[in-house]
């Protein structure tokens, strides 16, 4: 069992692109780590960099208490489940998960052994014979992640692990795949485009853009105190309504109406500031009678999300999304007030985008 | 998203499309340049040198046999005037032309085209059949197709004098060109055939349909839907089957050039010249032609396949 | 339209008129084409049928059943050996451009060497050009001055020379079409460069090569003039030139030999391409001959 550590990390391409710039970050052993981000925002070039696949340009690397930075892939003690799993194809399921094994000169009759035990625990019983084109895209999953565990690495590595899923089957190997990390307690790295996916299954996340990290945190931390406007906009399934405001006596003017700053940025604001005011939708109340601090509004779309709905409703000149519970749901047109909810209202930087306080 | 919600600052970077790296396995440059050297050294000295080997050797006295094969000597272009100046030259090019254009250009695509368009509709045994048999005379080593031919053309038992009732007619004496232009499309018809069967497939049907239902005849249908369809396969077939035919060296197997050169077709007239003849020099001088028209056939076939990507 | 019936007389007429002109036409279309059927068959009958006769002459008849031929054919020195000939260079020339080809091809693929698909384009333009008709002079010159005539090496490297381009080029294009993340995966494990080829490339690429490792054999196993032009004697010979041979200068050709020997000697590439033909379609006749 090994921690991640990542100094300075530079990743660049010939030409100087710059897939990875400047990346510090801390894994802790055992810990479940999600790289959340856009596509193409350096994730998955991270990845594998710590997994030896890319050369890393400038920084280092330290896996455990070795410094891994130049060394091979083979010698690191990870292991990685590809997106697309890379199960060998001439292989039969026994001899993919033995692969590793079959390197490290274990005999046959072990580690086949090995294998079966280590399919058993992933419900792969009976299929030992099978080769990967006969197995469903769920058990091709559970097979490379078996293959991946079978050498007891000290870093897992999973490349959008559940992207090649049907979408009913990825909720069952998500909790799958949290079972597994946490019996086997091994540091594992995963990468996604899908912040659900990362809130649901990490213990930190690492939100990334450009090649450049945006926040490490929890997913309580980077959902209710994201760094700056990206990671309020990534994070969430509605996206934070994020409106442009100005500090005006020490109150908020957001439009026509204005709104009390949010507690304890009161210090850090100063008159007339170009600032963003961030609420997310589902704080959001919609109410039909005036009350202390509601904004006059007017419902323009509604949109039905099952157990609730998502407004878009007019104040003024700006537009906010609101969730509305599904026995409230008003119908486009209504006049009504929108009450935010104070103490999750968030206060950016116009300029420099980061959150003040 | 809503209209006033902030967009990220400007200076937003694009991301970089995702590259991989391309050394997957850790082969390092060096240990793949010692992956790739053998095969370019044989190709190096068996391919590549002989053609350059040409333009020197073209320029000498080199003789198979006697003095010259010992110390030859430069004669610069002497071989090029006397292969110029040789009406023996002329007439094999001559012959060649005559061959390329009636088997190759006219007979292999015309009817390839005509055997591709008549099994198009049908199936089961008879389109197997017909397209077996054009198959296996392409399939077939060439020195038995030839020997086939010899005895299908035989001048005393021949089958072809016994169908025709013409006991006794010398056809490779009386008619050798047209002997072996007949044989080279049975021969090499099966490459026209495939093309502009796989062509004439890909050719979508609500084009067609929407021909007859204007009326178009079927001749109509032919060239207003089906030829511009398949242009760019007319092409690529006509150069392939040109660089191919003008190569071919399969027809010196039925008449050996003869009788008296009239099917002494450029191959079989290097040949001649060079090796039973003994004169190397000469015969790498016409040598050295016959690679220059090889590669202006095959530069006209890149322009035509990158035009065609392009597209 | 209206609901009166359609079968006024000029309607008919027209229709008609136009049935017979299609009828006609279709007809001497059939007629064209089965005379060219038939020019097909003629010959490719008598490949067939004459090795079976106890008295096969050089036209086409119903033969006399006998296997009679084989048996002969078979106390023949030479025929046999010409066969084994045969197959010494189309195996030898397989094993050297399939092995080269594969390795260049595998680094081609995966290597960013400069100027690579350059190379791979300028390689494949000359194995087009330098055809073994245009490059026989220079060609039969360099291997004499190696002192290879009538040696199988110098014929199996003229071979191999004018047929790795194109291996090579399709081989790249295989080797293109493999998943890196295989090699990546084995590579994560602390398999070394050759480990992965031989646990996981050269397995993940075995259709390729086996497709390859055919094509070439057929492609040698025809070929006439170069081991024409580069062997002397008559126990090297391969069967391709023993064939010529055989109906040029035995004086009285033996009908009874040749048509066996003829047909034994294309059995195995007709064989072979009619078990291909149904894997991989027009891809092998279109590199079966150039």
Known sequence: MAGITATQLVKEYPGGVRGVDEVDVEIRDGEFFALLGPSGCGKTTLLRSIAGLEAITSGSLVIGDRDVTNAEPGVRGVAMVFQDYALFPHMDVGDNIAYPLRIKRVKRDERRGTAAKVADGLSL??????????????????????????????????????????????????????????????????????????????????????????????????????????VAGFIGSNPMNLLPAQVRESRLAVGDATVSLPPGTEQLVREGQDVVWGIRPEYVRWVTAEEAGAIPAEVSVVENLGASVLIVVNAGDRKLQVAVPEDQEPAPGDRGWIVPQLSKTLLFDAETTERIG | MTSSTVTPPAGRVTAPRRRRADDVAGLGKARAGLFVAPALIIIGIFLLFPAVWTVWLGMTDYRLTGLQAASPEFVGLENYTEALTDPAFWNSLWLTLIFVVASGIVGQTLIGFGLAWSVRNITGWVKALIEGLVLAAWVIPASVASFLWLALLDRRTGTVNALLGTEGAAWLIDHPMEAIILFNIWVGTAFSMQLFSSALSAVPPSQIESAKMVGASGWQQLRDVIVPNIKGHILTNTLLITLWTFNTFTPYLVTAGGPNGKTEILSVYIYETAIPGGQLGLGAAISLIMLLINLVIALGYVRVAQGRRKR | ???????????????????????????????????????????????????????????????????????????????????????????????????????????????????????????????????????????????????????????????????????????????????????????????GPFRILRDVVAPIARPGLAFISIWTIVQVWGNFLVPFILLRSPDLQPAAVLMYTFYTESGQADLRLISTFALLFSAPVLIIYFVVNRRYGFRFHGGIKS
């Open chain 1, 125 to 230: 019983q009976g299929l030992i014979e099978r080769r990967p084109g006969q197995l469903s895209g769920g058990q091709q999953q559970r097979v490379a992640l078996a293959r991946a565990v079978a050498t007891r690495p000290d870093v897992l590595l999973l490349d959008e692990p559940l992207s090649n899923l049907d979408a009913r089957l990825r909720l069952e190997a998500r909790t799958f795949l949290k079972e597994l990390q946490r019996d086997l307690g091994v540091t594992t790295v995963f990468v996604t485009h899908d912040q659900a996916e990362a809130l649901a299954l990490a213990d930190r996340i690492a939100v990334m853009r450009a090649g450049k990290l945006q926040q490490i945190g929890t997913p309580r931390e980077v959902f209710q105190r994201p760094n700056n406007t990206f």
């Open chain 3, 1 to 191: 339209m209206t609901a009166t019936p359609a079968k006024t007389g000029p309607v008919t007429s027209v229709a008609r008129n136009r049935t017979v002109r299609q009828y006609v036409a279709r007809v001497l279309f059939a007629v064209l084409m089965t005379l060219v059927g038939v020019l097909f068959a003629l010959p490719m009958v008598w490949l067939v049928l004459a090795p079976f006769d106890a008295t096969p002459t050089l036209s086409l008849e119903w033969p006399d059943w006998t296997l009679d031929n084989f048996a002969r054919l078979a106390e023949n020195p030479y025929a046999l050996r010409s066969i084994g000939n045969s197959l010494i260079l189309g195996v030898g020339t397989m094993v050297i451009v399939v092995g080269l080809g594969a390795l260049a091809a595998y680094a081609m693929s995966r290597i960013r060497i400069p100027g690579r698909d350059g190379i791979l384009y300028a390689l494949l333009l000359l194995s087009s050009i330098v055809t073994g008709t245009a490059a026989m002079v220079p060609t039969f010159q360099i291997i004499t001055q190696l002192g290879l005539i009538n040696n199988y090496v110098g014929v199996l490297l003229v071979l191999a020379g004018g047929i790795l381009p194109t291996v090579i080029f399709i081989l790249k294009d295989f080797m293109d079409s493999i998943p890196k993340s295989y090699e990546e995966s084995a590579r994560l494990y602390g398999a």
